[in-house]
C-alpha cells in the first residue's frame, strides 16, 4: 500500500527537536526529506549517553528524529550554498525551517524569495512566538515555552510548584502541529494549485494541547 507523501520533497532546514519530529513524521508517511545542516551538524548530534554513538556524530536523539532522511552539508552563509538551495527548491513542495524570526529571509531563502523559484511552495516557520510581536526575540527552548504557555503551573505538586514535564512536550506538540499544518497545505494545493506560508507559534502549538485547561480559565474563569 503507497504511502500518502510519496512523490513529496521536504527540504528541512530545521535543528534539535520542534522541526525534525514535523519531518520525522512526514518521513513516515513517504515524504522524501533532505535535510540541511550547517557544520558540524545538527545540536542533537551530542545528544547521547552512548561513547560509541558519541564518537560518530549519531547521538541517539539525532538518530530518533532523523532516520529515513538523506543530509547535506551546507553553510548558508555562502552564496553558493544559497544557489545550490535554489536549485533544490525548484522541484521541492515543502520547507521547512525554524531558525530566529528574520534569518532565512536576511540569507535569500525567507518564503518571498522561494517562491519565485516555486509559486506553489509550502513553507512552514516555526519559531517560539511567531514572526512578529513583542516576544519575537525571546528564547525559544521547549522549557521557556512550557513555562509561557503554563503547562509547568498545571503540572507536579501543588507545595512543590511549577514542574517541567519531563519530556519536550512544547517540542512535540509543535512539530505535530506543523505536521497537520503541512499535511492541511498540501491537501489545499492539491485541490487549488496554491501555495501556502505557515507560521506557527510553539506557544500556539502547546495552549492548543490544553484546550480543557484553557477553557476552564477563559470561559469559567478558574484557575
Known amino acids: 500500500m503507497a504511502k500518502p507523501f510519496e512523490g513529496i ?16 513524521l512526514l518521513t513516515l508517511m513517504g515524504a522524501d526529506v533532505i535535510k540541511f545542516e550547517r557544520p558540524p551538524g545538527d545540536e542533537s548530534r551530542s545528544f547521547c549517553i552512548s561513547p560509541e554513538l558519541l564518537a560518530q556524530g549519531a547521538g541517539s536523539a539525532f538518530i530518533a528524529l532523523n532516520c529515513g ?45 522561494l517562491k519565485e523559484v516555486r509559486p506553489d511552495l509550502i513553507y512552514c516557520s516555526i519559531s517560539g512566538y511567531g514572526q512578529e510581536g513583542p516576544e519575537v526575540a525571546s528564547p525559544a527552548y521547549d522549557g521557556a515555552i512550557q513555562a509561557a504557555s503554563g503547562i509547568m503551573s498545571i503540572t507536579g505538586l501543588t507545595e512543590g510548584g511549577p514542574m517541567r514535564v519531563g519530556f519536550p512536550f512544547s517540542d512535540a506538540a509543535t512539530g505535530s502541529s506543523a505536521a497537520l499544518a503541512i499535511s492541511g497545505a498540501l491537501f489545499r494545493r492539491q485541490r487549488e494549485g496554491k501555495g501556502q506560508y505557515i507560521d506557527l507559534a510553539m506557544v500556539d502549538a502547546s495552549l492548543s494541547m490544553m484546550t480543557q485547561i484553557v477553557a476552564f480559565t477563559s470561559v469559567a474563569g478558574v484557575v
Do not use: W
Not at 552564496?79 to 524570526?101: F, K, S, T
Open 9 to 24: 520533497r521536504v527540504l528541512d532546514f530545521s535543528q534539535v527537536v520542534s522541526g525534525p519530529f514535523a519531518t520525522a
Open 69 to 113: 532522511k538523506r543530509s547535506v552539508s551546507l553553510d548558508l552563509k555562502h552564496p553558493r550554498a544559497i544557489e545550490a538551495v535554489r536549485r533544490l527548491v525548484a522541484g521541492a513542495d515543502v520547507v521547512v525551517e525554524n531558525y530566529r524570526p528574520g534569518v532565512m529571509a536576511r540569507l535569500g531563502l525567507g518564503y518571498a524569495a
